[in-house]
Nanobody, 122 residues
Framework: VQLVESGGGLVQPGGSLRLSCTAS????????MAWARQAPGKGLEWVAG???????NYGDSMKDRFTISRDNTKNMAYLQMSNLKPEDTAVYYC?????????????????WGKGTTVTVSA
């Protein structure tokens, strides 16, 4: 299993970014895809997950600004982020697993990528 995140960078407050996750090595259309983030000095935080039927699960306060999606024809998952705030600064990780369990440390994911860094600053 390989998950490679891209699309991170420096953005001003109020700006937008779209993160991408390129997946390989497993049957993409049979597994949940997810995003989590880790801010400096903090633990891993649940951002969003998407099931194979495209139903979604978002972390607290994420749904109003973040949108997760997937393209099963391209083995890609995406996280569209808008109205970004300095507190969104973090390393964002793409994960995959059989189901979503937001209350456990792994959030139900079996694999995670190496992450892409998002910095929100003026």
């Amino acid at each position: 299993v390989q998950l490679v995140e891209s699309g991170g960078g420096l953005v001003q407050p109020g700006g937008s970014l779209r993160l991408s996750c390129t997946a390989s090595g497993f049957m993409f259309d049979r597994y949940v895809m997810a995003w989590a983030r880790q801010a400096p000095g903090k633990g891993l935080e649940w951002v969003a997950g998407i099931y194979v039927d495209s139903s979604t699960n978002y972390g607290d306060s994420m749904k109003d600004r973040f949108t997760i999606s997937r393209d099963n024809t391209k083995n890609m998952a995406y996280l569209q982020m808008s109205n970004l705030k300095p507190e969104d600064t973090a390393v964002y990780y793409c994960g995959t697993g059989p189901t979503i369990v937001p209350m456990i440390r792994s959030f139900g994911m079996d694999y995670w990528g190496k992450g892409t860094t998002v910095t929100v600053s003026a």
